[in-house]
């Protein structure tokens, strides 16, 4: 099948347009032997970040950009600030100040798409496009109309940009013509892909294919790939799209898509009758309009008190191990709150073989329902024992992990879990009070797993009471603690990623302000600190508040970075409610990706496990 020929043949009758719609549909899905399908699933199949939207207002003159996603931003180097507004032929232009097209911009394909503008019908091309740093790129364009009530209101362009094999040559505007124009033909030949002929006005609706999917299709194969932030926009353009985007499975794919699987089923685990719709959710989660702090009041007791516990959450459940009592007593009973239940209380449970007495230690939550605990400190000294326990397991029991070559024992060091299966562990404090600036990596599904140090060339300066939170899938972000610097031990506020995924993964540093050279931090950064809290959001943000800080500045003030921005920049987050006084690192934990909970008012050395405050992310619904 051609693409003129499939649209030379309009259909008149409502069968023929249902059937159409399905073989649209199934065009689409079985990749079909059009070049647009391989186009759209190629595209559509990468990261959604690899393709650009924009969406231009037919009412008013020239077409001016109302929005742009971030797609459109990261492949061009334009920000959407700098954009709106303006006609998007500027990207024919090279260098932001140009004010003439390229001459190496087919100028044929700039009048397809002009008429097809003025009779209102679909367009889809080849054309090359600079990016604002002047740099070449070839832009598989598709333009659709959208209709309301007979009238073009807007128009969508779908961009698929791709790496323009042009040698522009060192000056701008000096080149080889016919060296240069042979290899874009080449590039644009190697594609397999020519732009449609204009059809007329009037029949454009059935000839936009887009549109001419069913809504099935057009959720599950389109719209599910794009972020929210471009769902919620493309649910302004038109009625269609508008109820389109207020499906909630649809709503479902976009979250997982933009978060991950394990975000989104964590976010499943947040009882039924209090979770807010997926696109609630993500308008929540993303803009955090709905954050505020609140105080629980919870039953049972934790006996005998303690302090320098370890907690994390198991699904809706806090689960506190060990800690450190009275005369330095180290603890090794488990505690659990469910906070699923009307009335949540602490319950210590009954867990066979326990670990050695520990403080100073780890807990994290991996596989679902299982907790590993790590290193501290025991009576007979510092520890690097791994033991894990399967909460949900008929007769629960600790159960120690025989890991082979293991890192130093040590306490006030730094856990996260990564894939749900494997144990991060970095720097905290070895014997006589030396600071550890080592990586180590665990993988727990192993029968014996084998510790393995994460070469570096080069590591974050040593440190404890630090925190390691995962975004991004296998990225992690080091924040705070208290480092090394030169002779002295001092608070910190640098932040530091690694991304697990890379072959050879390192350590780089990412702003702050402790380390020689740097520069002034980035936007409001936190003040140093050590044992602070750490929340990781759905899409990557990290968010930062309490632990020990030096001075007047208050513990509870959040402080939000993305270290997915190129440049990432602090923010302050001003949110309602009664924040606590205090919050330590190791008696946080987020629960459900909704609420972190701060256990425990601290009164001198006791904690009062029954006061807890709850930082909730999304408004609940009852
Ligand atoms: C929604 C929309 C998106 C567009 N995207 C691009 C684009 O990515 N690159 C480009 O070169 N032109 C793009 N255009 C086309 C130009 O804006 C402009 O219409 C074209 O250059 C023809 O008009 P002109 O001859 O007045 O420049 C887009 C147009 C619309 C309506």
Request: hydrophobic share 35%.
């Amino acid at each position: 099948m051609e693409w003129d020929s499939d649209l030379e043949d309009p259909s008149g009758g409502e069968e023929e347009e249902e059937e159409e719609e399905e073989a649209g549909a199934a065009f689409l899905l079985n990749g079909g032997p059009g070049v647009f399908s391989s186009a759209v699933e190629s595209a559509l199949g990468s990261s959604p970040s690899s393709y650009g939207l924009v969406v231009t207002d037919a009412f008013e003159p020239d077409h001016p950009i109302i929005y742009v996603n971030e797609g459109f931003e990261k492949a061009t180097g334009y920000r959407a600030e700098e954009v709106l507004g303006r006609n998007c032929r500027f990207l024919q232009c090279r260098g932001p100040f140009a004010q003439r097209r390229h001459s190496m911009v087919d100028s044929k394909v700039v009048s397809e798409i002009r008429k097809s503008l003025e009779n209102g019908t679909f367009f889809q091309g080849d054309l090359l496009n600079f990016k604002k740093d002047g740099s070449p790129l070839m832009n598989r364009l598709q333009l659709t109309p959208i209709y309301e009530d007979n009238e073009i209101t807007h128009f969508l362009g779908i961009q698929f940009f791709t790496e323009a094999n042009v040698d522009l040559g060192p000056l701008p505007g000096v080149f080889n013509k016919d060296a240069t124009s042979h290899t874009i033909r080449t590039a644009v030949d190697q594609t397999l892909f020519r732009p449609v002929a204009a059809v007329h006005g009037h029949l454009c609706r059935e000839f936009c294919c887009m549109f001419q999917l069913s809504d099935e299709v057009l959720c599950q194969k389109i719209l599910s790939r794009l972020s929210p932030r471009d769902i919620a926009s493309v649910g302004s353009v038109c009625r269609r799209l508008y109820f389109l985007t207020k499906n909630e499975d649809l709503w479902r794919m976009v979250c997982q898509n933009a978060w991950g699987s394990e975000a989104t089923r964590a976010l499943e685990t947040v009882t039924g009758a209090k979770r807010l719709g997926w696109g609630m959710l993500a308008r929540e989660l993303t803009t955090l309009e709905a954050a505020a702090w609140r105080k629980l009041t919870v039953g049972g007791a934790v006996e005998p008190s303690r302090c320098n516990f370890g907690a994390c959450a198991v699904g809706n459940r806090v689960v506190l191990f060990g800690g450190e009592g009275v005369n330095m007593q180290p603890m090794n009973d488990t505690f659990v709150l469910d906070l699923n239940a009307s009335h949540p209380e602490w319950q210590h449970v009954k867990v066979s073989s326990p670990p050695p007495g520990r403080w100073g230690h780890t807990l994290s939550c991996f596989n679902g329902s299982c907790l590993v605990v790590f290193g501290g400190c025991g009576r007979e000294g510092l520890l690097n024992d791994v033991f894990v326990l399967d909460l949900d397991a008929k007769h629960p029991a600790w159960r120690e992990v025989p890991g082979l070559e293991p890192p130093l024992p040590r306490s006030w060091h730094s856990s996260c879990t990564v894939d749900g299966t494997k144990l991060v562990v970095s720097g905290g404090c070895a014997d006589s009070g030396v600071l550890l600036s080592d990586t180590f990596l665990l993988d727990l599904t192993m029968e014996t797993p084998m510790w393995r140090e994460i070469p570096a060339s080069w590591s974050p300066p040593s440190r404890l009471g630090h925190s390691l939170s995962v975004y991004d899938g296998r990225k992690i972000l080091m924040f705070g603690g208290l480092a090394k610097s030169g002779p002295l031990r001092l608070r910190s506020s640098d932040v530091f990623t690694i991304d697990l995924s890379e072959e050879e993964p390192r350590w780089r540093y990412i702003t702050g302000s402790g380390m020689p050279g740097a520069g002034n931090p980035a936007g409001i950064s936190p003040p140093p600190r050590l044992d602070h809290v750490a929340v990781s959001l759905p899409g990557g943000r990290i968010l930062i508040f309490g632990g020990s800080v030096a001075g007047l500045h208050s513990a509870s003030q959040l402080y939000l970075l993305d270290p997915t921005e190129e440049k990432p920049t602090w923010r302050v987050l001003n949110v309602p409610g009664r924040p606590p006084r205090f919050a330590w690192g190791h008696s946080t934990c987020v629960v459900g990706g909704t609420r972190a909970i701060v256990l425990g008012g601290q009164t001198g050395e006791e904690w009062m496990l029954s006061e807890l405050h709850e930082l909730s992310l999304a408004s609940s619904r009852v």
